[in-house]
């Protein structure tokens, strides 16, 4: 069976770590890790079946793309590829900003975030 390819998009790289550590646990699973939504965007021939994709990305580059323009790119170019919002972002506009613009999933991070986005994810690969 073909591994399923997972894009992890943080900014902020103990995150990205931890995040891509407990989804490697699962042998089905390819993840790859980003700092920018840029990097991720020039990989999008690697077709991501999920994406983890947090909302702020610019706190090491202030003129980094946001998550809001990093999703619509992904859907864009790759609809049917589900999109997890990884943020601590909790003001429901962005929330509905971002159901607007096709986010799959939206998870706040706190202590469960890491388990709650392997939650979502097995559920995701289940449906497949």
Do not use: C
């Amino acid at each position: 069976m073909k591994k399923s390819t997972i894009f992890v998009i943080d900014d902020d790289s103990l995150i990205l770590e931890m995040l891509k550590a407990v989804l490697s646990e699962d042998n089905s699973m390819d993840v790859i890790s980003f700092l920018s939504g840029e990097d991720a965007l020039l990989n999008l021939d690697l077709n991501p079946e999920i994406v983890v994709l947090d909302y702020y990305l610019n706190s090491v580059n202030n003129k980094a793309m946001n998550g809001l323009t990093v999703l619509k790119e992904i859907k864009k170019n790759l609809p049917s590829s589900k999109v997890i919002i990884f943020s601590g972002q909790e003001d429901l506009e962005v929330v509905y900003k971002l159901n607007h613009y096709n986010a799959d999933d939206y998870v706040v991070k706190d202590k469960n975030a890491v388990l709650n986005v392997k939650k979502i994810i097995d559920a995701i690969m289940q449906k497949r």
